[in-house]
C-alpha cells in the first residue's frame, strides 16, 4: 500500500501556494481546512498514543513526492514509538492500471 503519512503538510503547502489539491483528498477527507487535528492526521493521533503502541513499518523511495513529509514523520516520533524504517532508491512509481509499484 502506498501512503503518505503527513497530509496536513502538503495542503497547508498547496493553500499556501494557491495551487490545487487532488479533489480525491477533499472527497475523502472532507475540507483541507478540518484536517489539521482531526482523525486523518497522523501527526495528532501519534501524539496521543498512550503505552499501547502499534508497531509500524514505514518505507518510503528517496524520490518519492511523499518522501520529505514521511521522513519528518519518522524522524518525529522515531524515539516515542516503535518504527522500523526502511528508504529505498527510485521514485513513487504506478503502473498503466493505478496500482503502486
Known amino acids: 500500500m502506498s ?19 487532488p479533489a ?3 472527497n475523502t477527507f472532507g475540507p ?8 486523518d492526521d497522523l501527526f495528532a493521533l501519534a501524539q496521543g498514543i ?3 503502541q502499534p508497531r509500524l513499518y514505514i518505507t518510503c523511495k528517496a ?3 511523499f518522501y520529505e513529509d514521511n521522513k519528518h514523520f519518522v ?3 522515531s524515539g516515542r514509538l516503535n518504527i522500523t524504517y526502511e528508504e529505498l532508491s527510485g521514485s513513487h512509481a ?6 503502486a509499484v
Open 3 to 21: 501512503g503518505a503519512l503527513d497530509l496536513v503538510s502538503p495542503a497547508n503547502r498547496k493553500q499556501e501556494e494557491k495551487l490545487s489539491f
Open 24 to 26: 480525491e483528498f477533499a
Open 32 to 39: 483541507l481546512a478540518c484536517l489539521a487535528g482531526s482523525n
Open 50 to 52: 498512550g503505552a499501547v
Open 63 to 65: 524520490e518519492d513526492f
Open 75 to 77: 524522524q518525529t516520533f
Open 94 to 99: 504506478c503502473c498503466s492500471d493505478g496500482k
